[in-house]
């Protein structure tokens, strides 16, 4: 019997935030024994064609707390999102809570800021960040405790976080009917991704988890949460028992079938900065288009 490291007979309080412009679900988790809760992979707007950010997702986040009277201690990454913008530090400066993310941000920023030719003012050693997890770490959101699983695959730096009988995966899994995350981005591995979507799947079976995006496939309506047990018997790239073989091999030819996301030259350059957008050398916010570096 697998033994972890946090009471996972605790019930947060999951609030899902949906965002239509980029498919990603936002989370309030709410610790049931006290006003303290954590945020999950939130989101800034952006009308990349303007050039235009606005923060309509992020302030119906803290509206929410601030109505429940919450106090906010975490502002978690699951990982270094490729398909929306983190409002982290905009959140943090109106709520307070500190933001986290995975200790292997510091590969990403290592890759990514080679391909954004980021000059020596851009740390690699993801100080932007106010904490870097590490697998097992364990963390308080007020008197319920939390814990990091390593899970690399869709990217050096992915982390499910598990609260109680909630587990929030990021990108590693979708629903059942949705499958797997891509894991050709640079640093992405298709076999890494089969052995960390088997590491949670060895959590309880009626263990919550909670995805970061949903495309409602064939047409149903988003959904954002599922069971371990649901995902082992009917997820259709992974569940039933399908070999790790045969995850690769079907994983590597669909990655070579997608598009590259429509954000992912902007977020990826905001979100190695936990959210902050660079700035030029007069101090003006201000993205860079790598051409062909992706």
């Given at each position: 019997m697998t033994q972890y490291p946090v009471n996972m007979n605790v019930k947060p309080d999951v609030s899902a935030h949906f965002d239509?412009?980029?498919?990603?679900?936002?989370?309030?988790?709410?610790?049931?024994?006290?006003?303290?809760?954590?945020?999950?992979?939130s989101v800034m707007d952006i009308d990349y064609a303007a050039g235009r950010i606005t923060y309509d997702h992020a302030d119906a986040l803290i509206a929410e707390v601030q109505r429940r009277g919450l106090t906010l201690d975490w502002i978690i990454e699951t990982h270094v999102h490729a398909d929306h913008?983190?409002?982290?530090?905009?959140?943090?400066?109106?709520?307070?809570?500190?933001?986290?993310?995975?200790?292997?941000?510091?590969?990403?920023?290592?890759?990514?800021g080679k391909i954004f030719n980021e000059g020596t003012e851009f740390q690699r050693d993801g100080s932007q960040f106010d904490a870097l997890f590490k697998d097992?770490?364990?963390?308080?959101?007020?008197?319920?405790?939390?814990?990091?699983m390593y899970t690399p695959?869709?990217?050096?730096?992915?982390?499910?976080?598990?609260?109680?009988?909630?587990?929030?995966?990021?990108?590693?899994?979708?629903?059942?009917?949705?499958?797997?995350?891509?894991?050709?981005?640079?640093?992405?591995?298709?076999?890494?991704?089969?052995?960390s979507i088997q590491k949670v799947l060895s959590l309880p079976d009626d263990m919550r988890l909670f995805m970061c995006h949903d495309y409602g496939p064939n047409g149903r309506e988003?959904?954002?949460?599922?069971?371990?047990?649901?995902?082992?018997?009917?997820?259709?790239?992974?569940g039933g028992g399908k070999t790790r073989e045969d995850f690769i091999k079907f994983r590597t030819e669909r990655d070579a079938q997608l598009d590259m996301p429509k954000l992912i030259i902007p977020s990826l350059q905001v979100n190695m900065r936990a959210?902050?957008?660079?700035?030029?050398?007069?101090?003006?916010?201000?993205l860079k288009v790598p051409v062909n570096g992706l």
């Open positions: 239509p412009a980029t498919n990603t679900i936002s989370y309030i988790v709410k610790d049931p024994d006290s006003d303290h809760c954590a945020i999950i992979d913008l983190s409002a982290a530090p905009y959140i943090q400066q109106k709520l307070g809570g500190k933001i986290g993310v995975g200790e292997k941000i510091m590969v990403v920023q290592e890759t990514f097992g770490d364990t963390y308080a959101v007020g008197k319920m405790q939390g814990f990091a695959g869709h990217t050096p730096a992915c982390m499910v976080h598990v609260m109680g009988d909630a587990a929030f995966v990021g990108d590693t899994l979708f629903m059942p009917d949705g499958g797997s995350a891509r894991a050709d981005f640079p640093g992405g591995d298709a076999g890494q991704l089969y052995d988003i959904q954002w949460e599922t069971t371990v047990a649901e995902e082992k018997a009917h997820n259709i790239h992974v959210g902050e957008v660079p700035k030029d050398k007069d101090g003006r916010p201000m």
